[in-house]
RNA sequence: GGACGUAUAGCUCAGCUGGUUAGAGCGCACGCUUCACACGCGUGAGGUCGCAGGUUCGAGUCCUGCUACGUCCACCA
């Protein structure tokens, strides 16, 4: 036991320790009913953590830890995510590269000294994939580096990244599996389309943002010369106008419908058709219907079998060529080539000199649809694309995923309802495939015919057995390298599959779906999904489709929502805000357990202030516990035998009902219930208990030997208690005077700690408010606490106060005479003070 | 427009199935070098529990309505 107890250089320590005991490695012999199974988040690979991540994966983390000292084998993986957009977009500013695939790989390539932005160099897909393995291996190290520091009691030997081979397997034998039931498909269709990545994006990965935007009212010509207005804000899409759409009960255009209207500037004829979608409200009642504005054009589209006509092109410029039948010499030659804003210009003007535009344009704010991770406003465009089947076309299977989230445990309980609303809410199947470079390919080809056109209805699948593979590189069965891309031999499919719908997985690829059948068999499904409820409609949802379609079951009991983490002006901290606070220098200050402390003492799913105030509560709690420990254990060890003194007893019976209540409060997954009954019972026993028993304790015989014991008990029992929020304070005072971790010890046992017999659990309250009042006397004397008291009258007869008389004649510092009022229950001592000791010179 | 959540002391939050004068910590004030701890100890002042009704012997707690804030979804001409 140190002299001088201190937390400086506890995380290092500890942490090392335990990587070489293997304290947290997961013991695979373990049944599966003995065995926690944890779904960790893989974090983002892409930059640093922040106080968030040490918010939620410090939730996860008492979890792990109360689990394991209930005796299970705790299954705590880590994972990277690595792959995916993200990374990419970090790897180009970092390095000033971009992927251009058409380049030729070369081994030898090194990035520029210094990257420059604006003249980033073109490399070659395999070599642009080189660099995202690069930069995240230093990253995934730093990742690593920081939640052993935090005392994350995870097991390091079962770590996974979403780009390495395990995962790419795992996705691609989903996938081919999906495909096989016929849960995949392919399909060309309109789809919303970031313009900057070049990339399709899903439902789910969407925003709105409030844009500025304008109402621009414009004549349509009817056959007679007559004008009909519509208010556009796209105005620009005046050449991809495909109809003119009213409410069928619109008697304003009912005359008009099954005729046809002129476009203004290209002259293209279009019917005024009906749909029920259409809002009499709002512009002049009638809109314009292009290929494709929004999502409702792609409504109109569909329901109404209308004609494609697209103007934008995948790079968010206008095509070269505008479709037929509008004329490419036309005032469209204007537009050609042109982006989206500059379009628009263009084409006010032109509309404001052939007059036919009305008054000037009507400035409004509007929300508009932009990919989470995008900068400029989604398109939308048509290509083909891979899906995979998740209620959003099909009610059956919505239902059935619906009741999926019935089956799970969620906490808080009322997070299943936001699942519930996005399935409800889903209007399209998961489209997953990105065209994109850093991710899983879709592990396929296609036999190209005479004329050298993909035969998609064909596709060419991988043996099981083969994946990983690289369709890229890698050649179909039954081909050879050289007919790539020749007509009459093959082509590889190009894109890359989401970074869901790889981490959609997560549980299949820690527990090592198929490669290791003994340790899945041991794991899955597993007991706990902790996360974001943020991303319930991505990460949690597209999880619980994976595990449906593949295992029928869920894949895991549990949900875990953590909340978010707001800055002091209740804003959510997030990286876009630019108000993040980065963890390490939090823990460099406070200590790890004080951070712990923090996150422990908010109820999952429940946004929390970032607060140092609790740290620094949250060290002075871990500081106390080495010293009130240092002070215990500085009492020689009393031989076995039973606690016999009141307090003693009321102390240890107090304690047991703690025990029980952090238990019930760990078994309904709320830990910060289980620290906040803890460390109030640790304050009362510091503050009160060892006070009143310290004088005792110092002296020989029975009575002595009682306190020794119950002060040891009650110590071995918090420290337990403790030992999921403060790991390092806990085991630091347990290496003292116990074998083994204190992460490894049984969870204290109520029943087993409360003594035996009939037990006054009052007495120490009774004892505790006495000592309360003459403190008291004392402060408002403002005399030294050392003060003597000279005569005490207690209010009520001697029995209630006899259990612990003396204890208490040495905690107030009593040298005068007791007396005992006789009557009353209130607990209002009358204090006579005598003079206040010598101050000495420390 | 729909759904969910939150509202208790200056601040951050407890308050479980309704039950005596509503709790903690921080901050603040006043004191104390007390033999584990100045990274300390003690004491105190702070609240008509968002608003309005209702149920009940009794409501911070249950019901209804409203308000404010937050989040998700829908709308996006």
């Not at 399209?428 to 998609?456: N, T």
């Not at 078994?667 to 004088?695: H, M, N, Q, S």
């Amino acid at each position: 036991m140190p002299e001088k107890p201190s937390l400086d250089g506890v995380e290092e320590r500890w942490d090392a320790v335990w990587q070489e005991q293997g304290t947290y490695r997961f013991d695979r012999t373990a049944a599966r009913d003995g065995v926690y199974a944890i779904d960790t988040p893989p974090p983002t690979v892409s930059g640093s953590l922040h106080v968030g991540h040490v918010f939620s994966y410090t939730h996860t983390d008492l979890v792990a830890r109360y689990q394991r000292m209930r005796g299970k084998a705790v299954f705590y993986p880590m994972g990277w995510d690595d792959n995916g957009l993200p990374t990419e977009r970090r790897v180009q500013n970092y390095y000033g590269v971009r992927c251009d695939p058409s380049q030729p790989y070369d081994p030898s390539f090194e990035p520029p000294e210094k990257p420059d932005p604006k003249a980033q160099v073109p490399l070659s897909r395999q070599g642009f994939v080189e660099l995202c393995h690069r930069l995240t291996a230093e990253d995934e190290k730093a990742f690593e580096a920081l939640f052993k520091r935090l005392g994350l009691s995870v097991d390091w030997e079962h770590t996974y990244a979403t780009i390495d081979d395990r995962s790419r397997r795992v996705a691609q034998r989903a996938f081919l599996r999906n495909l096989a039931r016929g849960e995949a498909y392919a399909t060309d269709a309109p789809t919303l389309w970031d313009v900057d990545f070049r990339t399709a994006v899903a439902q789910a990965e969407l925003e709105d943002r409030e844009m500025p935007g304008a109402y621009h009212r414009v004549g349509f010509s009817r056959p007679d010369g007559e004008k009909v207005f519509i208010e556009t804000t796209r105005p620009e899409l005046l050449p991809a106008c495909v109809a003119l759409v009213a409410h069928p009960d619109d008697e304003r255009y009912q005359p008009l419908f099954g005729t046809t209207v002129t476009t203004p500037l290209f002259g293209v004829e279009v019917p005024v058709v009906a749909h029920e979608l259409a809002d009499p409200e709002k512009g002049s009642g009638i809109a314009m219907i292009c290929t494709f504005g929004d999502t409702t054009d792609v409504t109109w589209w569909r329901e109404l079998q209308l004609p494609v006509r697209s103007v934008v092109g995948r790079d968010g410029r206008f095509l070269p060529v505008p479709p037929e039948p509008v004329d490419p010499d036309g005032p469209y030659a204007e537009l050609a080539g042109k982006g989206v804003k500059q379009a628009q210009k263009r084409i006010v003007e032109l509309l404001a000199e052939s007059g036919d535009l009305v008054g000037e344009p009507r400035a409004i704010t509007h929300p508009v649809k932009f990919f989470e991770k995008g900068d400029r406003p989604l398109e939308i465009v048509t290509s083909r694309q891979w899906y995979v089947r998740n209620g959003g076309r099909d009610a059956d299977l919505r239902d059935a995923l619906v009741e999926r989230g019935r089956e799970l445990a969620w906490q808080p309980g009322f997070m299943r309802s936001r699942y519930e609303n996005w399935v409800g809410g889903l209007n399209g199947d998961w489209l997953i495939s990105r065209q994109r470079f850093f991710g899983v390919p879709f592990p396929l080809w296609y036999p190209l015919d005479a004329a050298g056109e993909p035969v998609y209805d064909r596709p060419l699948l991988p043996d099981e057995a083969r994946l990983p593979v690289d369709p890229t590189s890698d050649v179909p069965d039954g081909y050879t390298e050289d007919q790539r891309d020749r007509p009459g031999g093959f082509t590889a499919d190009p894109d890359v599959m989401d970074t869901w719908a790889t981490s959609s997985l997560s549980p299949q690829i820690a527990g090592q779906w198929e490669d290791d059948p003994d340790l899945f068999a041991r794991v899955f499904p597993m007991d706990l999904r902790p996360q974001a409820h943020d991303i319930i409609r991505t990460w949690l949802f597209s999880t619980v489709v994976r595990s449906h379609l593949e295992h029928g079951s869920l894949p895991w009991t549990h949900a875990m929502l953590s909340g978010w983490i707001l800055d002091p002006d209740r804003k959510k901290m997030s990286k876009s805000k630019g108000n993040v606070v980065t963890p390490m220098h939090l823990l460099e200050q406070y200590g790890s357990d004080a951070v712990r402390y923090w996150a422990a003492s908010a109820r999952p799913g429940t946004d929390t202030a970032f607060d140092e105030g609790q740290m620094k509560v949250g060290r002075r709690l871990a500081v106390k516990l080495l010293n009130a420990s240092k002070f215990a254990l500085g009492f020689p060890e009393a031989p076995e035998g039973p606690v016999t003194e009141p307090l003693d007893r009321a102390l240890l019976a107090q304690l047991a009902d703690v025990v029980d209540e952090a238990t019930r409060a760990f078994e309904a997954y709320d830990p910060a219930r289980a620290l906040e009954r803890t460390e109030t019972f640790f304050w009362t026993f510091c503050d009160d208990y060892i006070e009143l028993v310290k004088g005792r304790a110092y002296g020989e015989g029975p009575a002595a030997d009682s306190a020794r014991r119950a002060l040891r008990t009650a110590l071995d029992v918090l420290l337990r208690l403790f030992a999921p929020a403060l790991p390092f304070a806990a085991e630091e005072v347990w290496s003292w005077w116990r074998e083994g971790s204190v992460h490894r010890a049984p969870w204290p046992d109520a029943a087993a700690l409360r003594p035996e017999g009939d037990v006054d659990a009052g007495v120490l309250d009774r004892a505790a408010a006495v000592l309360s009042e003459v403190r008291k006397a004392k402060s408002s004397a403002k005399t030294s606490q050392r003060t003597p008291v000279l005569r005490l009258v207690l209010q009520g007869a001697e029995p209630a106060y006899a259990p612990f008389l003396e204890d208490l004649r040495n905690a107030a510092v009593v040298e005068g005479s007791v007396e005992y009022a006789g009557d009353g229950d209130e607990l209002v001592p009358v204090v006579e003070l005598g003079e206040a000791p010598a101050k000495v010179a420390r």
